[in-house]
């Protein structure tokens, strides 16, 4: 089993930052390819971006490419999305989730993990 946790949500105006964190325990963290993904009301659950377990992959969603940045510690079992020119449609409940496969994947159900979630609200 794998235990994730969020952390780093917030209210934050339009073109502000907001450093997300992930902390992981339970399995060796360096075996999973870790995303974060994220989900208005009302709406499906959305890709943001992942990591792969080595580090060398990294892929985003189209609407925030250029703006998020993910990243991992793996020695101290955390993944973060680093969050700059924040926009008012970034606004959503961002979850961590964590897959024991080498390579990144945009679909939900691929990844065998997942936090609680952390909100993150963009003002206009």
């Known amino acids: 089993q794998v235990q994730l946790v969020e952390s780093g949500g917030g209210l934050v105006q339009a073109g502000g930052s907001l450093r997300l964190s992930c902390a992981t325990s339970?399995?060796?963290?360096?075996?999973?390819?870790m995303a974060w993904f994220r989900q208005a009301p009302g709406k499906d659950r959305e890709f943001v971006a992942a990591?792969?377990?080595?580090?060398?992959?990294?892929s985003y969603a189209g609407s925030v490419k250029g703006r998020f940045t993910i990243s991992r510690d793996n020695a101290k079992d955390t993944v973060y999305l680093q969050m700059n020119s924040l926009k008012p449609e970034d606004t959503a409940v961002y979850l961590c989730?964590?897959?024991?496969?080498?390579?990144?994947?945009?679909?939900?159900?691929?990844?065998?993990?997942w936090g609680q979630g952390t909100q993150v609200t963009v003002s206009s």
């Open positions: 989730a964590a897959a024991p496969s080498p390579s990144t994947s945009t679909h939900a159900n691929e990844y065998d993990y």
């Open positions: 339970g399995r060796t963290f360096s075996s999973f390819t």
């Open positions: 990591e792969s377990w080595s580090g060398a992959i990294t």
